[in-house]
C-alpha cells in the first residue's frame, strides 16, 4: 500500500543546533516533494520544493535532500531558533495531480 | 497580496443538520483545493478545481459532500446532512500552478454533535 511516514514522536533539540526531520515514503513515484510548516492553529504554510532530479535545496537556514533510491527526503534547520517550534509537513506530488501529505512531526526547540 | 480566507473558522452544527464551508482563494490563482484534517490524522486530499472546474474529486467521502466553485473564484463545500465522522478542520489551499507551492487558509473547525 502507498505511505508517508514521518517521524511520529516529537524532535525536541537545543537552540543552536541543527534539526534533521525524515520523510520516507512507499509505493509513490513522486515528481516532486514539499515541505511545509504547521502552527497550531494555522493551516500550513509552504516552504520548499524539490523536485525528482534534484538532490539537494537551500533557503535561507533550510535544507532539503531527496534521494529518490532511498524513497526518501530529510528536511534539516541549522542554527535551530525557539521561534522555529512548530510541525513540518513532508507533501508528495504524485503523478495524477494532487499533494499528499505526511502525519507531520512536530519539531520543540528549547532555548 | 490577501492570503487564503476560510469562513466560518469554527462551526458546531448537530448530527443531520446542514453546513456550508467557504473558500476565497489568493486572486488570480486557477487552482483551488479542499482538504481535511480529522483527529490524529494526516490532511487528506477532498478535491481540486481548476477555475471552475472540478478536476479530480476523488477524496470526497460520500454524496453527503458537495463543492462548488463558482465563476471560478470562491469556492464553498457544503455537508449535508452532517455525521459525527465529519467533524475535523477543513483547509482551502490555492496555487498559480499545481507545482508550485499551495497556500492555505487557516481552516475550518467543524464540530458535529
Known amino acids: 500500500s502507498q505511505k508517508i511516514e514521518q517521524n511520529s514522536e516529537a524532535l525536541n533539540i537545543q537552540e543552536g543546533k541543527t534539526a534533521t526531520l525524515t520523510c520516507n515514503y512507499t509505493n509513490y513515484s513522486p515528481a516532486y516533494l514539499q515541505w511545509y510548516r504547521q502552527d497550531p492553529g494555522r493551516g500550513p504554510v509552504f516552504l520548499l520544493l524539490?523536485?525528482?532530479?534534484?538532490k539537494e535545496k537551500r533557503k535561507e537556514r533550510l535544507k532539503v535532500t531527496f534521494d529518490t533510491t532511498l524513497k526518501q527526503s530529510l528536511f534539516h534547520i541549522t542554527a535551530s531558533q525557539p521561534a522555529d517550534s512548530a510541525t513540518y509537513l513532508c507533501?508528495?506530488?504524485?503523478?495524477?495531480?494532487?499533494?499528499?501529505f505526511g502525519q507531520g512531526t512536530e519539531l520543540s526547540v528549547k532555548p | 497580496e490577501a492570503g487564503v480566507t476560510q469562513f466560518p473558522s469554527h462551526s458546531v452544527i448537530e448530527k443531520g443538520q446542514t453546513v456550508t464551508l467557504r473558500c476565497d482563494p489568493i486572486?488570480?490563482?486557477?487552482?483551488l483545493y479542499w482538504y481535511r484534517r480529522v483527529m490524529g490524522k494526516e490532511i487528506k486530499f477532498l478535491l481540486h478545481f481548476v477555475k471552475e472546474s472540478k478536476q479530480d474529486e476523488s477524496g470526497m467521502p460520500n454524496n453527503r459532500f458537495l463543492a462548488e466553485r463558482t465563476g471560478g473564484t470562491y469556492s464553498t463545500l457544503k455537508v449535508q446532512p452532517a455525521e459525527l465522522e465529519d467533524s475535523g478542520v477543513y483547509f482551502c489551499?490555492?496555487?498559480?500552478?499545481?507545482?508550485?507551492?499551495?497556500?492555505f487558509g487557516s481552516g475550518t473547525r467543524l464540530t458535529v454533535v
Open positions: 489551499a490555492s496555487s498559480q500552478d499545481e507545482v508550485a507551492g499551495y497556500t
Open positions: 507533501a508528495i506530488y504524485n503523478q495524477g495531480g494532487k499533494l499528499i
Open positions: 524539490i523536485r525528482e532530479n534534484e
Open positions: 486572486s488570480g490563482h486557477d487552482n
